[in-house]
């Protein structure tokens, strides 16, 4: 969506599709109209959803919406000579070893992520669903991790094609090991939720266990 | 402190005997390494059905699987981005399982499991218990190699195959489902009247319910000219080709015939797009960083050098972008392709520039500043990146205080590196001190830090030396003036009461008129290890040429060498020469061998760890090979390479020198 608005930043922000406000300067003789300019700031995001708060190309300057990792992109470009996020969601991660019958289930290894929460996509079953919870008990982020006991199958003739009906998938009935997972760095408690039983279609999944943070072990 | 247990990338693990009736003896064997584990896409190949004398066999099937993999698209253009192991495993019995028939192998694989005559069965119990007994690696592709030549394999967390030669084709299909969550694209009645939907409606990343070309997920990669519905048949074609996800109708996939549709299929654009996405993610863009510390307090009067470390693809580094406070400060001068300057096909091409930005705390003033350096992996195969995984970014921040630097300006440096001291005796070293400012500094005195920056542990004393004879001369703990441009030299002594290993304690100079001397591990530092038992104590040096104390190393991948020479002063005793890189991480792979002292040739076959016998006042002499996969800068105070003498996991004594690649 195309929007040409000035002074209408503050009834625009928030808004629930975008992650960031970002403020942007380009030389004020490098696009020859707006629709250049809008062009190629879209472009810049690779994708990513951008609505254009303000514009004015004689000035060498932009407001825009954009979702998270689009200032990033942008910073990118040196086009851009200023780049500023006026807001950002962005989270500060760490990675996590998690077992989910222990004493310590859940233990920071010290390695710092940039933590971005990601959706389930592929094979149903294949991930593990990774809630965290902070002190508060307020969600602060969720995470897919492969399930170390998933099998799949699939048969292929010789000529490479799929034979059909051969294509089956199992989550193996044994413990879970302790697995790694990034996650904010203020989770206090996570929620591991397995898709076994749900192979073919997804579902919430099955809570495999809801573990606490521990400090005994951690490494910085 | 030197990163004594992150040596899983340099060595190889060998554990026999082990407590674990489950884990079967095993030996984890780099033998693809460009990196630091923690910033790579580890892929590890095990060995399941091989007895003692088939290892051979299956070191071979090893190679052959790395090279499957890393040989084809998209895999070859990011080679730098993995390491590859072989994980050597010791079955009682040779073959597989079959049901019914137990085979006793190491991972206790089964073919024909669940009732499916070609599906080989991993007991992930076992293989998780492998893998974690052999290293701490997180290993994000993982196969085991079956010793059958019957055809078979699967899918899932373990992948699995066979030694028959049409088996890793399936691998390389079973990967776009489990490292990049892949859809199958065929299509197969049954599994559609079962599951009709998608799973993450209404779009996959290469499946869709949406139909048009405005709504669907790939829309970039359609051409003006290709129809919509697509119903062509050509290769590497991106349209919306109705039929995937099992189902033939209501869902479209991107290109004709994939691999993720038939095998022996390029894997075309779309999904190819993910597996460079998640190359990114996976293996961030940026190897090393300094300064190490994100949070930086200078003075309005400093000038304080900011560096990365790019990765590189098939020999060329990413450009960077430096900003402060969101401006442009430094950008590459040719402006990456697809951003202002369309011209190269496929971001190969371009070198790695702007690596350093000096940040002027005059120019910018007193305040809180943000400095970025921005890079991004610029490639033809990526057109839709909504959440920048292509881009990687290193963020400092820093505060200008309002004061400026003192005139004198002081430095500090320590031989012999690293210490072991039996009986808790004092350990010994030698420090200089150089004032490298414009005017005297008054009142100084030396300290002893730790890593944190803290007063260090042992008790410590230090007396001025003559520079050219080592004796000591003067008062003990003096306070000392050092006149502009002059140094000092001091003998000082780190007394431990209790028992310590691998204490890394900083020699840090002060004046009345200067900041502190900076900490910088390998420069003025010392690694101390002290106990009441006896133990070897080896004092080492390392030569280099033809500059002292700088590896040059060559930047095509050949190798660079160092020169050792190491005296044992302890008691007799046996040790692991091993190469360390202390707390960064920088494209190397370090081996060593010993050395006839008079010729310099080697006389022990080249390694990446040598277990070497010294008896009590033994002179060994030893070449360490360093080979770089990648640029690396000329950062002395952080970029060292390390030759650590260790026994245990006890350091018992080391030397470092400075390193950086000819561009």
Not at chain 2, 441 to 452: G, I, K, P, V
Request: with cysteine.
């Amino acid at each position: 969506m195309r929007v040409l608005i000035i002074g209408l930043l503050v009834a625009l922000w928030p808004t629930g599709a975008f992650a960031q406000i970002i403020e942007l300067n380009f030389d004020p003789g490098r696009f020859a109209d707006p629709d250049a300019a809008i062009s190629y700031i879209e472009a810049a995001a690779m994708g990513g959803e951008v609505e254009i708060v303000s514009l004015n190309v004689s000035q060498g300057s932009a407001v825009i919406e954009a979702g998270e990792g689009a200032g990033r992109l942008y910073r990118s470009d040196p086009v851009f000579l200023i780049v500023r996020e006026q807001s950002t969601r962005l989270t500060e991660g760490r990675r996590f070893v998690v077992t989910v019958d222990a004493a310590i289930p859940f233990a920071q290894t010290g390695q710092a992520v940039n933590f971005r929460s990601t959706g389930r996509t592929g094979w149903s079953g294949e991930r593990l669903r990774v809630i965290a919870y902070d002190t508060a008990g307020q969600m602060v982020g969720e995470t897919f991790v492969p399930d170390p006991r998933f099998v799949r199958f699939e048969a292929w003739a010789e000529d490479g094609q799929h034979i059909a009906g051969a294509n089956r998938s199992f989550v193996q009935d044994v413990p879970l090991r302790p697995f790694h997972v990034d996650l904010p760095a203020s989770a206090a408690m996570i929620a591991v939720f397995d898709q076994a039983g749900s192979n073919i279609t997804p579902s919430e999944g099955r809570l495999i266990g809801r573990v606490s943070r521990g400090f005994i072990g951690e490494a910085e | 402190m030197l990163n004594l247990f992150k040596t899983a990338f340099l060595s190889a693990f060998v554990f026999a005997g082990l407590a674990s009736a489950q884990v079967a003896p095993h030996t984890l064997v780099p033998i693809h390494i460009t990196g630091d584990p923690d910033t790579r896409i580890n892929y590890v190949i095990i060995a399941d059905g091989f007895t003692a004398g088939e290892q051979q066999a299956f070191r071979d099937a090893a190679t052959t699987f790395k090279d499957l993999l890393l040989g084809s698209s998209p895999y070859v253009r990011y080679a730098d981005y993995f390491n590859v192991y072989r994980l050597e495993t010791i079955s009682n019995e040779s073959g597989v399982s079959t049901p019914g028939n137990v085979v006793d192998t190491a991972v206790r694989s089964e073919q024909g499991c669940f009732g499916i005559d070609r599906l080989i069965c991993a007991n992930d119990q076992r293989a998780s218990a492998l893998l974690a007994a052999a290293s701490d690696i997180n290993f994000h592709i993982r196969l085991i190699v079956a010793n059958t030549q019957t055809y078979g394999g699967g899918g899932g967390f373990y992948a699995t195959t066979s030694l028959h030669a049409a088996a890793g084709q399936v691998f390389q299909h079973e990967i776009g489902h489990s490292y990049v969550s892949l859809d199958d694209e065929y299509e197969d009645a049954g599994i559609c009247a079962q599951q009709p939907g998608l799973y993450g409606p209404p779009n996959e990343l290469n499946a869709t319910a949406q139909s048009t070309r405005a709504a669907s997920p790939w829309a970039t990669w359609i051409d003006q000219g290709t129809a919509v519905p697509t119903t062509g048949t050509a290769d590497a074609v991106p349209g919306m080709y109705e039929g995937g996800h099992y189902c033939s109708t209501g869902v479209w996939r991107p290109t004709f015939n994939s691999l993720m549709r038939t095998l022996n299929r390029p894997m075309e654009q779309i999904n190819t797009e993910e597996f460079v996405r998640q190359f990114n993610t996976t293996s961030p863009g940026i190897d090393a960083i300094s300064p190490g510390a994100t949070t930086l307090t200078v003075t309005n009067n400093s000038r304080t050098r900011f560096q990365v470390v790019p990765k590189t693809i098939t020999g060329q580094a990413f450009g960077v972008t430096w900003r402060v406070n969101g401006q442009v400060v430094l950008a590459p001068a040719t402006p990456p392709p697809g951003l202002s300057s369309p011209t190269a096909a496929d971001g190969i091409g371009f070198a790695a520039e702007n690596t350093r930005y000096v940040f002027d705390g005059g120019q910018w003033g007193v305040g809180q500043h943000t400095i970025t350096a921005t890079i991004r992996d610029v490639s033809a195969l990526v057109r839709n990146d909504p959440g920048g995984r292509t881009t990687t970014e290193q963020r400092w921040t820093v505060t200008v205080e309002n004061r400026a630097t003192p005139d004198a300006r002081l430095v500090a440096a320590v031989l012999p590196y690293a210490r072991s001291m039996s009986a808790f005796a004092p350990a010994t070293a030698f420090a200089t001190v150089i004032n490298s400012g414009s005017v005297e500094a008054q009142t100084c005195t030396l300290a002893l830090q730790n890593l944190a920056g803290q007063a260090a542990t042992p008790a410590f004393g230090y007396q001025q030396t003559n520079a050219a004879t080592n004796q000591p001369t003067g008062p003990q703990n003096p306070t000392f003036n050092l006149g502009a441009g002059a140094a000092a030299s001091f003998v000082f002594s780190a007394t431990y009461a209790s028992t310590a290993a691998n204490d890394e304690i900083f020699v840090v100079a002060d004046c009345a008129n200067s900041d502190p001397s900076a900490r910088g591990a390998g420069v003025n530092s010392a690694l101390i290890s002290a106990a009441a038992t006896n133990s070897p104590d080896i004092v080492s040096v390392a030569a280099t040429a033809p500059t002292p104390g700088i590896a040059d190393l060559p930047s095509d991948g050949r190798r660079g060498a160092v020169a050792l020479s190491a005296i044992n002063i302890g008691s007799a005793g046996t040790v692991v020469l091993r190469g360390d890189l202390g707390p960064v991480s920088l494209p190397l792979e370090i081996e060593f061998c010993e050395t006839n002292s008079t010729t310099g040739a080697c006389t022990t076959p080249r390694a990446l760890e040598l277990d070497v016998t010294f008896a009590q006042n033994e002179v060994k002499t030893f070449a360490m090979f360093i080979r770089a996969h990648g640029p690396i800068r000329f950062v002395p105070e952080r970029f060292r390479v390390f030759a650590i003498f260790q026994e245990g996991q006890a350091s018992r004594g080391g030397t470092s020198v400075a390193l950086r690649t000819n561009e």
